[in-house]
């Protein structure tokens, strides 16, 4: 199981209904659709109701639970920029639960390796969200930007502890960030 961390509460967010239809919005991006296909090569189907609308008592935007799917906080997003890029990053979780069967969420260095990649890959720090969040540095921002998503979300994993979260993010590092699939095979 893996849970992104909101912002800070503040805005109002929206009904499960209003997300509902965001999340059907999103299946029309080309990262959505692609990562679908990917999904789908890699024998991984889901039906129309892997991806749920749901109101989120904990600070989450959203998260993947394996043999339930992922679910979006309505109530802590507010654009349908924040819904796309919860639905892609939680779908290169549900890529690597499928394509590595032995994946533990329970093991740290699992999580953070599948929480680099989610980072990275989905664009979760590109400069320009990193500016609506108030994240002034260029240099090296993105990588300074996904080793903080990635120690929120680990951290916030009941069987790691924050030393233990980022022993296990540098452990696995240079083999996760660089491990694009499956975004090497595209066009
Ligand atoms: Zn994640």
């Not at 906080?73 to 549900?94: F, G, K, R, T, W």
């Not at 329970?106 to 320009?128: F, P, Q, T, V, W």
């Not at 990193?130 to 996904?146: F, T």
Request: one cysteine or more; glycine letters at 6%.
């Amino acid at each position: 199981m893996a849970e992104e961390p909101a912002p800070k509460p503040g805005l109002e967010g929206r009904t499960v209904e209003e997300c509902q239809d965001m999340i059907q919005r999103s299946f029309r991006t080309p990262m959505v659709k692609f990562l679908k296909e990917h999904l789908e090569k890699a024998g991984c189907t889901f039906g129309d109701n892997f991806i749920k609308a749901v109101h989120c008592n904990n600070q989450i935007s959203g998260g993947y639970v394996r043999g339930e799917g992922i679910m979006v906080c309505s109530n802590h997003i507010n654009m349908q920029d924040e819904v796309n890029q919860v639905v892609i990053h939680e779908l290169i979780h549900a890529y690597d639960d499928c394509r590595a069967a032995n994946l533990d969420w329970a093991n740290c260095a699992h999580h953070a390796c599948s929480e680099i990649r989610a980072g990275h890959l989905s664009g979760d720090c590109h400069y320009k969200r990193e500016l609506l969040r108030g994240y002034m540095k260029i240099r090296g921002h993105e990588q300074d930007c996904v080793r903080r998503r990635v120690m929120k979300s680990v951290t916030a994993n009941p069987y790691c502890s924050e030393a233990a979260a980022k022993d296990a993010m540098e452990a696995v590092w240079d083999i996760c960030y660089n491990d694009t699939k499956p975004f090497d095979r595209a066009p």
